[in-house]
């Protein structure tokens, strides 16, 4: 079946980095886009940007840019999220989602926790 | 770029209808329909039910619905289910490097 699969928790302190990584499965990898977005305890959704699987083209949501680079392995069909110079406030749930040019997102993953102490 | 407006909360008894609203200016919604709703049950990522204003994906009961007029993108649930229990979000894909979500919607079904 179509699922995403990501990494686990990950616990990091503030002005570190931090890589969440997302395997696909089930889909031609290339066909989609895969998209980040993350939520904060409690609070909502906030999407950070997206990456075309098959041409590797990114664009990332303005609160984000400069800090965070989206990359993908074709060949292992896995997506990774780099956020940098990680905050406090940057502790949220991190989800990967598949898309196409960011008008849905269709299938999620389970999510990765990221804790900035 | 603000969160799209969406009430806190919203409460239906079951077999009732009820609609959820996902309020913006007009370049939120950027002239576009690519507006997506999600359903988020606790602890559990988002579903997608909704896709381009009204589109069901595949297996998503027919009970959801979407519609938009305006600057107003709505879902109407019906026939309300004590598993419908859930927060909702609404999406708007303004351009390729904006999306924007609603606030969210905890719905109660009573």
């Known amino acids: 079946q179509v699922q995403l699969v990501q990494s686990g928790s990950e616990v990091k302190k503030s002005g570190a980095s931090v890589k969440v990584s997302c395997k696909a499965s089930?889909?031609?990898?290339?066909?989609?886009?895969i998209n980040w977005v993350r939520q904060a305890p409690g609070q909502g959704l906030e999407w950070m940007g997206w990456?075309?699987?098959?041409?590797?083209?990114?664009d990332y949501a303005q609160n984000f840019e400069g800090r965070v680079t989206l990359t993908t392995q074709r060949s292992t069909t896995t997506a990774y999220m780099e956020l940098k110079n990680l905050k406090s406030d940057d502790t949220a749930i991190y989800y990967c989602a598949r898309g196409w040019r960011v008008k849905w997102f269709d299938v999620w993953g389970q999510g990765t926790q990221v804790t900035v102490s | 770029q603000s969160a799209l407006t969406q009430p806190a909360s919203v409460s239906g008894s079951p077999g009732q209808s009820i609609t959820i609203s996902c309020s913006g200016s007009g370049s939120d919604f950027g002239g576009s329909n690519s507006v997506s709703w999600y359903q988020q049950h606790p602890g559990i990522a988002p579903k997608l039910i909704i896709s381009d204003v009204y589109n069901r994906p595949s297996g998503v009961s027919s009970r959801f619905s979407g519609s938009k007029s305006g600057n107003t993108a709505s879902l109407t649930i019906s026939g309300l289910q004590t598993e419908d229990e859930a927060h909702y979000y609404c999406a708007s894909s303004v351009t390729t490097s904006l999306v924007i979500f609603g606030g969210g919607t905890r719905l109660t079904v009573l």
């Open positions: 089930g889909y031609i990898f290339t066909n989609y886009d």
């Open positions: 990456i075309a699987a098959d041409s590797g083209r990114t």
